[in-house]
């Protein structure tokens, strides 16, 4: 059964109310009526089961809570924020939706010098918003995640890489790291600040260069700032790739896969 997102404030302890299109997947696309049980979510971590009382000419849908979830049940060990070069549309949406199935808590397109997408593109990234929004919406109900990660608006990689200082762990992947694995450098890293940081979640910055990579004068900026660049492999990963892979390596060694 998918879950469904319900507005906090159509939200209660007793009772729910869906609208617009999540009642009208539930009725027209499903065909559920009175006495289907749901599963809802909220989109700021709030999870809760349902059942249907009454399906309205206006085309919401009623019905009382039967069960509150705890958000902390889901929880990852760590804040992933993922900075990543901002990437042709297609490429970007596949970042998005898989970030999302693993768990990034935000998402923030990183204009750099070697980003290919044009310029009125970086300017439209406004008008996305929405799609981008549903996109996210679609993936967190696929996978049964109870929050909405945000995506911030862009920004340039100098200034958040500075903004970023002494602001959590930030990760920096970059493929000029010949001969060291993720896991030589990735690891002890992630659990040494795990430890320092326990029992909290971990803030990670992830940062993940455009199509055309990191420069070397900006992995070295990065270092001066506090980041810590790792590898992944032998291989020349395409950039949402490698954000999937990094995005994964993260919560794999943190314990939130």
């Given at each position: ?70 958000a902390d049940d889901l929880r990852a060990p760590v804040n992933l924020n993922l900075y ?74 100098r200034d958040a890489i500075r903004e970023l200082k002494d602001k959590g762990l930030v ?87």
């Open positions: 059964m998918p879950q469904f997102l319900v507005a906090p404030e159509d939200v209660s302890l007793s009772s729910f109310r869906l609208r617009a299109s999540e009642a009208f997947h539930v009725v027209k696309v499903m065909r559920l009526g009175a006495g289907a049980e749901l599963d809802l979510f909220d989109g700021k971590g709030g999870r809760f089961k349902g059942v249907i009382e009454a399906v309205h000419a206006d085309g919401s849908v009623t019905g009382k809570v039967t069960e509150t979830i705890k990543l070069g901002l990437l042709k549309a297609s490429h970007w949406d596949y970042a998005l939706e898989k970030g999302t199935e693993l768990g990034v808590s935000s998402f923030t397109p990183l204009l750099t010098p070697r980003t290919v997408v044009l310029l009125h593109e970086v300017e439209r990234t406004k008008a996305k918003a929405e799609r981008w929004s549903r996109l996210i919406m679609a993936a967190a109900k696929q996978c049964g995640r109870a929050d909405l990660p945000p995506v911030r608006d862009a920004v340039q990689f990760l920096l992947a970059w493929e000029g790291m010949k001969g060291a694995t993720a896991g030589d450098i990735l690891g002890p890293a992630l659990r040494g600040a795990a430890s320092i940081n326990a029992p909290k979640p971990l803030e990670v910055n992830l940062f993940i260069g455009p199509e055309g990579g990191f420069s070397e004068e900006e992995v070295e900026l990065a270092r001066a700032e506090g980041a810590i660049a790792f590898g992944l492999g032998p291989r020349i990963l395409r950039a949402e790739t490698a954000a999937i892979a990094a995005a994964a390596l993260v919560q794999y060694e943190l314990g939130g896969v």
